[in-house]
C-alpha cells in the first residue's frame, strides 16, 4: 500500500503491517508527520498531524503546547473543596 506525503510529494510503501492502523507516519524524505487511517490495506485518509490547519511539522513550541495539553487532559479533575483543607468559614 503507497502513500503520497502531502507536504513533499514524496510517494512511499507502507508496508502489510498499516494495513489496518491509525496514526502518525513520518515522511523520509522532508521528515513531515502525516496523520493515516487505513483499513482492510487501503488508505481512507492522510492529513497533516496535528490540530486543524497545522502544517505537520511540530516546532519545539507546538511539541511543548500539545505534551501540555495532554497532561492537563490526563489530570483529575477536582471534584470541590476538601475537608479539613483549609476552607472551612467563620461561624
Do not use: W
Not at 506525503?5 to 502489510?16: E, N
Not at 482492510?40 to 519545539?60: A, E, I, S, W
Not at 495532554?70 to 467563620?90: C, F, I, L, M
Amino acid at each position: 500500500m503507497h502513500v503520497n506525503c502531502i507536504m513533499c510529494g514524496h510517494r512511499f510503501d507502507l508496508g502489510k503491517s498499516y494495513d489496518d492502523y491509525e496514526g502518525a507516519v513520518r515522511c523520509s524524505t522532508c521528515r513531515g508527520l502525516l496523520e493515516v487511517r487505513t483499513r482492510d490495506g487501503q488508505v481512507k485518509m492522510v492529513r497533516p498531524f496535528g490540530p486543524p490547519g497545522g502544517n505537520g511539522y511540530l516546532t519545539p513550541q507546538t511539541q511543548a503546547e500539545l505534551a501540555a495539553e495532554k497532561a492537563h487532559a490526563a489530570a483529575p479533575a477536582s471534584v470541590g473543596a476538601q475537608p479539613g483543607a483549609g476552607n472551612a468559614t467563620a461561624a
